[in-house]
T-cell receptor, first 114, second 114 residues
Framework: KAGVTQTPRYLIKTRGQQVTLSCSPI?????VSWYQQTPGQGLQFLFE???????NKGNFPGRFSGRQFSNSRSEMNVSTLELGDSALYLC?????????????FGPGTRLTVL | AQKVTQAQTEISVVEKEDVTLDCVYE???????LFWYKQPPSGELVFLIR??????QNEISGRYSWNFQKSTSSFNFTITASQVVDSAVYFC???????????FGTGTSLTVIP
């Protein structure tokens, strides 16, 4: 079974630009969660999508948005980039139902904002 | 509110020594799940173990063992006879019974010196 894939792996943007990150979950997984990892704040939950609907949302500004497609692939968008958005963005997938199941993480997208 | 504390920021041990990584959590829920993940330099979070709040049985998997104590809200992780390949950042996480949001600790960076 293929693991969680994220594209691109590395990205360099400048302040004010917008960026879209992509995540393909493990086959059969319907839940995709996004996390931001920074040295100062650690791993912080952005949002979770399940069956194309946002099911949970963390405490991030509206510049951070996402969506999920019918094949469970998910995209995350950050508009009007700020220097502080530089981080490793991790995507995780799981079955997302009531089963006790762990989240499987992708390798992440390293975003650098200049 | 959920909170996970990993008080040890960095630990260094010499190869073959045993090392314990501490994790203390806070939650008012009676049903919850605890996890440990390993993050090697490549960045991808690797699942190690999950435990639900009703199962306080300790677990051993090879050189890894976990001690879950509800009375002290702790879920500690011990590596026996550490090896250089164990060098990584280790995260403890808590998940509520509903939803898929993980609350991560700040991580413990383990360096095993040959």
């Amino acid at each position: 079974k293929a693991g969680v894939t994220q594209t691109p792996r590395y990205l360099i943007k400048t302040r004010g630009q917008q960026v879209t990150l992509s995540c393909s979950p493990i086959s059969g997984h319907r839940s995709v969660s996004w996390y931001q990892q920074t040295p100062g704040q650690g791993l912080q939950f952005l949002f979770e999508y399940f069956s194309e609907t946002q099911r949970n949302k963390g405490n991030f500004p509206g510049r951070f948005s996402g969506r999920q497609f019918s094949n469970s692939r998910s995209e995350m968008n950050v508009s009007t980039l700020e220097l502080g958005d530089s981080a490793l963005y991790l995507c995780a997938s799981s079955y997302g139902d009531d089963r006790l199941n762990e989240q499987f993480f992708g390798p992440g997208t390293r975003l650098t904002v200049l | 509110a959920q909170k996970v504390t990993q008080a040890q920021t960095e630990i260094s041990v010499v190869e073959k020594e045993d090392v314990t990584l501490d994790c203390v959590y806070e939650t008012r829920d009676t049903t919850y799940y605890l996890f440990w993940y390993k993050q090697p330099p490549s960045g991808e979070l690797v699942f190690l173990i999950r435990r639900n709040s009703f199962d306080e049985q300790n677990e051993i998997s090879g050189r890894y063992s976990w001690n879950f104590q509800k009375s002290t809200s702790s879920f500690n992780f011990t590596i026996t006879a550490s090896q250089v390949v164990d060098s990584a950042v280790y995260f403890c996480a808590l998940k509520k019974n509903t939803g898929n949001q993980f609350y991560f600790g700040t991580g413990t960076s383990l360096t095993v010196i040959p």
